[in-house]
């Protein structure tokens, strides 16, 4: 606990979030990363769709995808999902 | 001082009476789910709105753990809900009636007490509501059906309380009061809509930037109830319990506001005191029992008795320091529990009761009643002779039995 945390009297009732989720970069608890083959990837979307975390964007104006590793657990649906095995998932470095 | 408002007599069982507080107090939503002995209370709501009397949203729910999230649901919304049940209905309920204070969602609940299974029993003790004791819900017990249809309109008012912000349940004893017509006094609509007022809301920051009212509302989000772990859990909790020490405040003026219009009040909200005044021997207990203990107080007193009844109408937030000055002076206490905490040592008003004089200046004897289970019977005799031990235990000077059941075949 840091000296930056709020004491009871100052926090509003019920869990009441005053921070947007997305504040929150929960991509340091992967121990694997995505990689993506650029060759093989068909920009077929279904990982987008797959993601649990929205970690994977549609970038209609570049016709291509993105991982957002800030957020990427490295759980693999994508991989398991991608239907030409362009994403392997490989060790992410520290 | 404000004279009371006109009111009608009405012929009333408590759960009609229940159920009747509930349509004047203007409820949203209505989630419920039929057990004994409180299925009239919906049943006679559910009327109300087939016949259009009420605006209520009434939601058939599957159970009662759907029932109390219905409700939460509702209420978080910033709408007025209630909702009623008993026994294994209250147990199923449990996980949800913690949810629900945690949202400080200040939904009203009637429980009309009945005893757990097993075996099977549908009549009228408190092991029900004692079991959730430490759900953060306020707890409130009716001595009759007027004390039951009074007590639902006031909780509305203490449970939107923003100092509160606590659901509120009120417990009438199963059958002796659920079942049982008496006369009621009942206040006009208007004057119920005029007491209770509408909702009012806290403001708050939400992750937008935005402070607004505090409820669940599409135009401006927020989230309720979500995550908190080792950092913020515990702050959440005292956030709790220092709602619970307002209530103590908050159920006393809403009692003195609501005998201005009605003429009805119940000691000083949260504990009725019955010829305590120089009383040497005094019962505690909680719900109808008092209205016979009252009656056998008075013979008492006609036979030279100090007897005294202090009728706990508050359990929670428990009014610590009310019970140790009303005990002041008294030389002997019986502590009444229709309830029993297997393997406790006593039931739970004994713990509380016999725990908070323990700083008292000169401590009374103690002794414990343990009676009513299932609904079963007490007399005035066996009443009686609780003040006949109590007296006994004053001239010995000692506690033989701490722990007694009444009207059970030994």
């Known amino acids: ?94 | 001082m404000q004279s009371v408002a006109k009111q009608k007599m009405m012929a009333l069982a408590g759960d009609e009476a229940v159920a009747y507080a509930a349509k004047q107090s203007d409820v949203d939503v209505v989630a419920a789910y039929p057990i004994t002995p409180q299925t009239i209370i919906v049943e006679k709501f559910s009327e109300y709105v087939a016949n259009g009397e009420v605006e209520t949203e009434f939601v058939c729910v599957e159970s009662e753990h759907s029932a109390m999230a219905a409700s939460l649901s509702a209420s978080v919304t910033g709408a007025r809900a209630f909702t009623a049940t008993a026994s294994a209905g209250l147990a199923l309920m449990h996980e949800m009636l913690f949810v629900t204070s945690g949202c400080r969602a200040p939904v009203v609940m009637a429980v009309a007490n009945r005893a757990l299974s097993a075996p099977i029993n549908i009549h009228g003790d408190h092991s029900d509501s004692m079991a959730q004791r430490d759900s953060g819900w306020i707890q409130l017990y009716a001595e009759n059906a007027q004390e039951a249809y009074d007590s639902i309109i006031q909780a509305f008012r203490i449970a939107e309380n923003l100092d509160v912000l606590l659901p509120v349940m009120v417990g009438l004893d199963g059958f002796t009061l659920s079942h049982t017509l008496e006369n009621v006094e009942t206040l006009l609509d208007e004057g119920v809509k005029e007491f209770i007022g509408t909702r009012q809301f806290p403001k708050v920051l939400t992750h937008e930037g935005k402070t607004v009212p505090f409820r669940l509302d599409p135009a401006n989000p927020m989230t309720v109830g979500p995550l908190a772990l080792q950092n913020y859990y515990f702050e959440f909790k005292r956030q709790q319990e220092e709602a619970m020490e307002n209530a103590l405040a908050v159920i006393q003026q809403v009692n003195s506001e609501y005998a201005k219009i009605s003429g009805r009040s119940y000691g000083n909200g949260l504990l009725e005191a019955y010829r305590l005044e120089d009383a040497e021997v005094v019962a505690i207990c909680l719900g109808s029992t008092a209205g016979t203990m009252k009656t056998v107080v008075d013979a008492l007193r006609q036979d030279g008795v100090k007897a005294g009844l202090l009728r706990l109408r508050t359990f929670r937030p428990l009014p610590v320091e009310e019970i140790q000055s009303a005990l002041a002076g008294v030389k002997a206490v019986a502590v009444m529990d229709r309830c029993l905490s297997f393997g406790g040592n006593g039931g739970p008003v004994f713990h509380e009761v016999r725990h908070l004089l323990y700083e008292a200046a000169s401590r009374p004897y103690v002794v414990n009643y343990i009676y009513g289970l299932g609904g079963r019977d007490t007399s005035p005799t066996e009443l009686r002779s609780i003040y006949e031990n109590l007296q006994r235990i004053i001239q010995t000077q000692r506690v033989e039995k701490p722990i007694q059941y009444l009207g059970l075949r030994d």
């Open chain 1, 1 to 94: 606990m840091t000296s930056q945390e709020k004491t009871w009297k100052e926090i509003a009732p019920a869990g009441v979030c005053s921070k947007s989720s997305s504040e929150f970069l929960t991509g340091d608890w992967k121990t694997y990363m995505p990689v993506r083959d650029l060759e093989k990837c068909t920009r077929c979307l279904l990982c987008v769709l797959f993601c649990p975390d929205g970690a994977i964007r549609w970038y209609p104006e570049k016709g291509d995808i993105a991982f957002d590793y800030s957020f990427c657990k490295g759980c693999g649906i994508c991989a398991n999902q991608c239907p030409t095995n362009a994403i392997t998932m490989k060790l992410a470095q520290e």
